[in-house]
């Protein structure tokens, strides 16, 4: 019931992109087509939860018993960074199709804020290990829910007569804060 | 290559926020108050000058296949200096910006101009550039923040100037992207003016 509750708090009541502004990049950046969001959305998935473990395992088997927390910064940009260079490695040798989705989107994701956020949060929050990657996996499928329906908008706004100095960025930040405000709706379901 | 010119087009033409759309996180997240915004745009700043020059100092030793780990371990540094020094001199401020401060490791403003810019530039280009980009972000966190807090809570730099509640939206996740999109319209408008 506890790790329910945890996927409910970071899907919908504490959403990443909405509600706490991690990715925001990325959501405004690759979300002008679905295609592209949910590739997007396959990557982060991937490295956020591979990244919120290893840095968990870091945090608490290398940097808190030498007493070196100050360098919790470094080490997790560091793991993040390099592990995006692995996964990038690993994919394109064992899945050529996998790689050609996400391709692209795999060095972008060094700078995505989430992927640090989420490493940063599940430690700052004292999760244990199965906690911390649930809230992980949580917080990939809450990025993914804003991102993909984002995106649905966006399409369908090309399609319309938005006015001229709207058009482009200004209307996707508005567009995206009455689906902040929608998401506000779920405050207090858990 | 004029300084000046160098310096100014941090403000206006090449804004990170308003023009590059660059650093949203922060801008969204902290701009609940106009000092907020000044302080996470100064703390930005700092790091993005100081790894500016050693970006521009170091660019000819460092091999280009490691250029970009080795530009994040040097912004991480810095980000670890601002860190505990907002925390032991600051710690109401340190944890009203929370968790981005450290994330200013991942603002692709910092990272985007040790990238393309220092590592191709002087060292006094580097700085001047540094600083442009770096107190037009302020400036963008700064009008952000003080939009938000003089709607949401009536205030302005913490003055209170009406009584009463304010529309609570506006300091509230929704009226970050609201105050934003709206301010972008209005960038574009007296874009169109001057041009």
């Not at chain 2, 340190?94 to 040790?114: K, Q, S």
Request: charged fraction near 10%.
């Amino acid at each position: 019931m506890e790790y329910v509750i945890i996927i409910i708090a970071a899907v919908f009541v504490s959403n990443i992109v909405l509600n706490q502004f991690l990715g925001i990049c990325p959501f405004i950046g690759v979300s002008s087509k679905v295609e592209t969001a949910i590739g997007m959305t396959g990557a982060v998935t991937f490295v956020m939860v591979i990244a919120t473990l290893v840095t968990y395992l870091i945090y608490h088997s290398v940097l808190v018993p030498f007493d070196v927390v100050y360098m919790r910064t470094i080490t997790f940009i560091l793991v993040i960074a390099s592990l995006v260079q692995l996964v990038e490695i690993i994919l394109k040798k064992i899945s050529p199709p996998l790689y050609q989705a996400l391709g692209i989107f795999l060095p972008l994701i060094t700078t995505n804020c989430a992927v640090l956020g989420v490493a940063v949060l599940a430690v700052q929050k004292d999760f244990n290990l199965l906690e911390s990657t649930i809230y992980a996996i949580g917080n990939a499928i809450g990025f993914g829910l804003a991102l993909i329906t984002f995106s649905g908008i966006r399409e369908q706004l090309d399609l319309l007569n938005v006015p001229k100095r709207m058009k482009g960025v200004p209307i996707a930040f508005i567009v995206a804060g009455l689906m902040a405000l929608a998401f506000m709706g779920f405050a207090g379901i858990v | 290559m004029d300084q000046w010119k160098n310096f100014s087009k941090g403000f206006i033409k090449e804004n990170a926020v308003f023009a590059l759309f660059l650093g949203l996180c922060p801008t969204l997240g902290v701009t609940t108050s106009a000092i907020n915004g000044l302080a996470m745009g100064l703390a930005t700043t700092f790091v993005l000058v100081m790894s500016n020059l050693v970006v521009s100092l170091i660019k000819n030793l460092i091999p280009d296949k490691v250029r970009i780990p080795s530009f994040i371990v040097i912004i991480a540094t810095f980000v670890t200096v601002v860190e505990l020094v907002m925390k032991g001199y600051v710690p109401a401020l340190f944890d009203a910006l929370g968790l981005f401060i450290p994330l200013i490791v991942v603002n692709c403003l910092v990272l985007g101009r040790a990238e393309a810019y220092a590592s191709k530039n002087t060292l006094w280009s580097s700085l001047v550039d540094g600083m442009g980009m770096g107190l037009g972000f302020t400036m963008a966190l700064t009008v952000l923040g003080a939009v938000r807090e003089l709607l949401g809570s009536g205030a302005f730099f913490g003055m209170k100037l009406i009584s009463g509640d304010a529309l609570l939206l506006f300091i509230l996740p929704p009226g970050a992207f609201l105050a934003l999109g709206y301010l972008l319209v209005l960038v574009n408008m007296l874009k169109e003016k001057t041009a």
